[in-house]
């Protein structure tokens, strides 16, 4: 269970982040709660990033509960040839951690400053294969859940719904019937909201923990929700063993000085997180360095 005040002194812009999670419905997953279901999962994934994430991103994530997205399948090539899915990447990551979602395709998580990250339920009823979720209206049988597992939610999720919507030719009397939530009152919702989801998590223990751990022993990529053809594995407590810089990306083919100017410091940046070796190649070599790895990619 979370406290209530880990939340009121997280950052406004986490507690904003996380009421509009809450109020799409979306579950968290949180490495504590995760831990119980699945244990201390160690597995060797791989995670791309652009030169500029090394200094600004990385260090918030090493050995920490805050998760990445990492992947070890990849069949359209892109991943594999060291680009980045939300940057243009560059660099590619060997990296060791605790699993805290197993996926067989693009999860769209969506993360908070506290270490959660967030999946809508269509998504995470394919993961484990519960039907109920499916279509548009697994959010309501979500919720459903929630409001039995904490009969307080329900009413002060649709009283913070419903102070949104006001206007302000609003009368006095609806402006008193519905007044803005404080900040102690948002935190209140998210804590009720989020032990009401993990008390869910670990009622379906069984069933996650088989679904997660057969994505892990036995990788495969389905494509129900996106095009991209690689599997998706949130980890925490992250570890960097080795990595590969990619010319092709963060170099300048017409200036070979700045190239490795670019490449020295890039190296610089990382050497304080990587244990093992730095390497450097063209994007023909990134298969190799994850094939040599456990990776599989096409």
């Known amino acids: 269970m979370i406290k ?49 994430s090394i ?25 594999s040839s060291g680009g980045g899915v939300q940057t243009d990447g560059g660099v590619v990551l060997e990296v060791e951690g605790k699993v805290l979602v197993a ?33 548009g209206a697994g959010g309501i049988y979500f919720r459903k859940h929630l409001y039995n597992m904490d009969k307080k939610l329900e009413d002060i999720l649709f009283k913070y719904k419903t102070s949104l919507m006001k206007a302000p030719t609003d009368s006095a009397e609806d402006n008193a019937r519905f007044p803005d939530y404080t900040n102690k009152q948002k935190a209140d919702l998210i804590k009720r909201y989020i032990d009401a989801s993990n008390k869910f998590l670990l009622k379906h223990k069984k069933s996650i923990k088989k679904s997660f751990m057969n994505n892990v022993n036995n990788p495969r990529i389905t494509k129900f929700m996106s095009k991209y053809g690689y599997n998706e594995l949130l980890v925490y407590d992250v570890k960097v063993k080795n990595a590969y810089i990619v010319l092709d990306i963060v170099g300048d083919p017409n200036d070979f000085n700045q190239t490795e ?23 023909s070599g990134v298969k190799k360095f994850i094939k040599q790895r456990g990776g599989k990619v096409w």
């Open 4 to 52: 209530l005040k880990d939340l009121l002194f997280e950052k406004v812009a986490h507690t904003k982040k996380s009421l509009e999670w809450v109020s799409m419905d979306y579950i968290p997953m949180s490495p504590k709660t995760m831990k119980q279901i699945l244990g201390d999962t160690p597995i060797t994934v791989f995670h791309n990033l652009n030169p500029d």
């Open 261 to 283: 100017k670019t490449l020295k410091q890039i190296k610089k940046d990382l050497k304080p997180f990587v244990k093992g070796k730095i390497y450097s190649g063209f994007m």
């Open 103 to 135: 996926g067989t395709e693009d999860l769209a998580s969506v993360p908070d400053e506290s270490g959660r990250r967030w999946i809508h339920p269509s998504t995470f009823g394919k993961i484990v294969g519960m039907n109920q979720f499916e279509g």
């Open 55 to 79: 200094k600004n991103k990385l260090p918030k994530v090493i050995k920490k509960k805050k998760s990445i997205s990492t992947y070890n399948h990849d069949t359209e090539g892109h991943l």
